[in-house]
């Protein structure tokens, strides 16, 4: 019964998979977020390899984060360079699935935004719309109410189902309805700034305790799919298909059904 478990609800995270998610989408649509950043004015990202803030490449590509702060801490940021094994675990499993997807920048807005300099952080504060659009990929944090909590399925292994093995037939529930309530009830949902985060992006992978959900602005992948040819009805993804999959008249009237 475990192997036909782990077969649905694997324990980690098939990166092969979603690159490939990433990879048919791009080429698939003739827009590209390359190079949409150099309207960025100050643009800093994380170089996953060497874990510096570097002035973003005239020719990357990167993904951002989107998740719950939790507790603001005030006072000085984040000591660069990022020293491995002492970051929150969402921030180090960020990395691990940028450097995982073929990406090497990474933008995180506690560590790109220089909060002591007035200045910088009002005109990154301002650009950020500009910042998550422009994005090929944004990794969305559903578990926990902070940093701490990681992404499922990356450093920590996602649960199975409880099964009563004296049950002659069990009827598992799909994990991909699992994690589309997941995300429906998650902290981050309830946050009208991550939420909005999510809304600007073209490409988004919400990371459940039951599978990767990858939604673009056309099509939904989950690692539970079959195949490709029989993804997620769009009916199934209830207010995530008006928010995500539906042109709406504005961010506003989008938070106002929710």
Known sequence: MDAALQKLYPEYVDFKRVRCWLIECHAL??????????????????DCRNRTLVAAPLDSHFVALSYVWGHRVEGQGPQIPLEAGEQPRTIEDSITVTLALGYRYLWIDRYCIDKGNVEDKHEQVQQMGTIYSSASGVLVATSGKDP????????????????????????????????????????????AWTFQESFLASRRLFFTKHCVVYIC????????????????????????????LTNAAS????????
């Open 29 to 46: 649509f003739a827009e590209s977020t390359l190079n949409h950043h150099l309207s960025v004015r100050g643009l800093r990202l994380i």
């Open 148 to 191: 701490t909590a990681g992404l499922a399925g990356v450093s920590q292994l996602r649960p199975l189902p409880e099964v009563d093995a004296r049950l002659p037939s069990v009827a598992l529930d799909d994990p991909r309805t699992k994690a589309i309530s997941d995300i429906s009830k998650s902290t981050w949902a309830t946050r």
């Open 217 to 244: 602005n056309r099509h939904v992948r989950t690692e539970a799919d079959v195949s490709n040819a029989y993804p997620l009805h769009r009916h199934q993804l209830g207010t995530l298909e008006r928010v995500f």
């Open 251 to 258: 961010m506003m009237h989008t938070m106002h059904i929710l």
